[in-house]
């Protein structure tokens, strides 16, 4: 099976600039839930960000490419599932997301 596990997070409005010029978080929406496939880094991943600074990452997960974006910084809960039970349930937080032609990913 190419997706076996299932991620889920909550999805946060985009939000807006208001008219003082400040931000204003969106509206927690609901909470949705995907397949998806975690690998593992191995304990050697790391991705450089912005600045330059790299950091560690836990994991990838591959998800379907018509995924809702996960914003940086979210979290999510991934539940690996592997051979029909639920081996490991995670809560992680999202360092990158990226979709790609064929899938969508995220480095936790």
């Not at 409005?13 to 931000?23: S, Y």
């Not at 379907?64 to 592997?82: A, F, H, L, N, Y």
Request: charged content about 15%; proline content about 2%.
């Amino acid at each position: 099976m190419q997706y076996p596990d299932t991620i889920s997070f909550s999805y946060n409005g985009e939000g807006t600039i208001g008219t003082t010029g400040n931000w204003t978080a969106g509206s927690n929406g609901s909470v949705i839930t995907g397949s998806c496939r975690y690998e593992s880094s191995g304990g050697n991943g790391y991705i450089v960000v912005a600045d330059g600074t790299r950091i560690s990452y836990s994991g990838i997960v591959y998800m379907p490419g018509d995924v809702q974006m996960i914003k940086q910084g979210s979290k999510v809960t991934v539940t690996e599932q592997r051979e029909g039970q639920e081996d490991n349930v995670m809560v992680v937080k999202v360092l990158r997301f990226h979709r790609g032609q064929f899938n969508a990913r995220i480095w936790v």
